[in-house]
Nanobody, 126 residues
């Protein structure tokens, strides 16, 4: 069993930055590829970024590529999402999730994720 806890959300002005963290419990964290998803009010949950088990392969949604950076520290059971140049359209609840069988190079499918965190809210004001 893997439990995921996100932190780092908050209110920021457009153009600002935030760094989200997701800490995983359990000793199997390196076995999972990790992803970040987000959900705006009234919209479906969407893929944001993914990182493979050893951290060498990452993939981003087109709208965040060049602004967001996903990384992980397997020794600390943590995955991060550095978000720069934030825009109001980035507002939403951000969730981290774990997928044991993701093979990289394409958007993660939320239906395939094995574990989810409860999310952290990011609000970007204009």
């Amino acid at each position: 069993q893997v439990q995921l806890v996100e932190s780092g959300g908050g209110l920021v002005q457009a153009g600002g930055s935030l760094r989200l963290s997701c800490v995983a419990s359990g000793r199997f964290f390196p076995n999972y590829s990790m992803g970040w998803f987000r959900q705006a009010p009234g919209k479906e949950r969407e893929f944001v970024a993914a990182i493979m088990r050893m951290g060498g392969n990452v993939y981003y949604q087109d709208s965040v590529a060049g602004r967001f950076t996903i990384s992980r520290n397997n020794a600390g059971n943590t995955v991060y999402l550095q978000m720069n140049s934030l825009q109001p359209d980035d507002t939403g609840s951000y969730y981290c999730a774990a997928d044991r069988f993701y093979s990289g190079g394409y958007p993660m499918d939320p239906r395939n994720m094995d574990y989810w965190g409860k999310g952290t809210l990011v609000t970007v004001s204009s």
